[in-house]
């Protein structure tokens, strides 16, 4: 239930005054449940970023049996992120954003096995509460076509545009509060590059302004590999491109016509990639004469990546995208990357030959029947 709690929330906020009479508490409180048992994870905002996953020890979990359906405690010392995880809601769970003086007011109501929350105290949690609001009804109807085994794929696809639809009105009519944040990544990606350009300067310059910026480069490196589906196939010149290896060099891609490539398109984090290494070094080796290896890093920290080398050593061009790479450059925008492992074989003249998506026997064996 707590896979990936954190792993998926991109949030920062302004720390906002509450009235110093009063004394800092999280109170939360309960209605139609049968098992009072909840889950609270707690991390700092300033360590957030480096959190790798639920098992990281800067999270603090706690399991707490409510008594009399209510509980209160103290916020953390620091600016936080807080995961709380009603056990009787099937993984549901709600995001809230505290600071050391707060007092908040969570209240979960448990009804048609769905969970719904009300949030108040701080303008975050007032606006967080406005989002639910305006949330919930699509939200259910998502949870239920879910729930159902035979539910149309169009029909889903149709419950989640209205859902980026309302994130949008959303979104729009809190333009200039840092609530935004949590949900400016909930936008289609047309939206969010949209209304990145009606930020204001006190916002993009704001603690928040750092995600926002993150939303927009994504949401905006999205389209482009969207767009660049509609080139990229067999039969069509490869793009060229330029970045450094791992020892510092600058690669160009046409530096290698005349000769058979194949673009390995991974990552350190990539649970397919790594399980292929050991075929990928076994293919290497047989058609080292014939044809170059050339393996580029997507979405890697650099020294996760430069560690992966070391432990899996492989003895072919080894590439890197800098995380602040423009997206017009980046390769796996020009090749329109959407999955990993990919992988895609270069003829001498430059031209792609073949496109496979996912780590399968079948593009070693269109390899050696290629490169002969």
């Given at each position: ?147 159902k085994v035979d539910t149309p794929q169009e029909l889903l696809d149709s419950l989640y545009g209205i859902r980026m639809e309302k994130s949008a009105t959303w979104v729009k009519s809190h333009i200039d509060n840092p609530a935004l944040a949590l949900y400016f990544n909930r ?105 170059e290896f050339v393996s580029i890093a997507c979405n890697d920290k650099y020294e996760e990546w430069l560690r992966a080398l070391e432990k899996y050593d492989m ?58």
């Amino acid at each position: 239930m707590l896979n990936k709690v954190f792993l998926f929330i991109a949030v920062i906020c302004i720390v906002w005054c509450t009235s110093c009479s009063e004394e800092p508490l999280i109170s939360i409180t309960l209605k139609g449940f049968t098992n009072d048992t909840i889950v609270i994870g707690q991390v700092s905002l300033a360590e957030y970023p480096d959190v790798k996953n639920d098992s990281d020890p800067r999270i603090k979990w706690d399991t707490i049996v409510v008594q009399h359906s209510a509980v209160t405690f103290r916020p953390a010392d620091t600016i936080s992120l807080y995961a709380i995880i009603p056990c009787q809601s099937s993984g549901e769970n709600l995001k809230m954003i505290v600071a050391p003086h707060d007092r908040i007011d969570i209240h979960m109501d448990f009804s048609h096995d769905a969970v719904t929350y009300t949030t108040k105290g701080s303008p975050i949690a007032d606006a967080i509460n406005d989002y639910n609001l305006m949330m919930n009804e699509i939200t259910e109807q998502i949870r239920r076509a879910r729930k159902k085994v035979d539910t149309p794929q169009e029909l889903l696809d149709s419950l989640y545009g209205i859902r980026m639809e309302k994130s949008a009105t959303w979104v729009k009519s809190h333009i200039d509060n840092p609530a935004l944040a949590l949900y400016f990544n909930r936008m289609s990606p047309d939206s969010v590059v949209s209304y990145y350009s009606l930020l204001s300067a006190e916002m993009l310059n704001s603690e928040v302004g750092p995600l926002l910026k993150s939303a927009y480069l994504r949401a905006d490196k999205y389209i482009k590999i969207m767009n660049a589906k509609d080139y990229i196939r067999e039969g069509v010149t490869a793009p060229d491109f330029t970045l450094q290896n791992n020892e510092g060099k600058h690669f160009t891609l046409s530096s290698l016509r005349g000769k058979w490539v194949v673009l390995d398109f991974w990552g350190s984090w990539c649970g397919w990639c790594i399980k292929g290494i050991p075929d990928m070094k076994k293919s290497q080796a047989r058609l080292a004469d014939k044809c170059e290896f050339v393996s580029i890093a997507c979405n890697d920290k650099y020294e996760e990546w430069l560690r992966a080398l070391e432990k899996y050593d492989m003895p072919w061009t080894q590439l890197y995208v800098p995380t602040n790479h423009p997206a017009d450059l980046d390769p796996a925008t020009l090749y329109a990357i959407q999955g990993y492992p990919t992988k895609i074989i270069v003829n001498p003249d430059g031209v792609i030959a073949k496109i496979f998506i996912g780590e399968s026997p079948e593009f070693y064996q269109e390899l050696n029947e290629l490169v002969k």
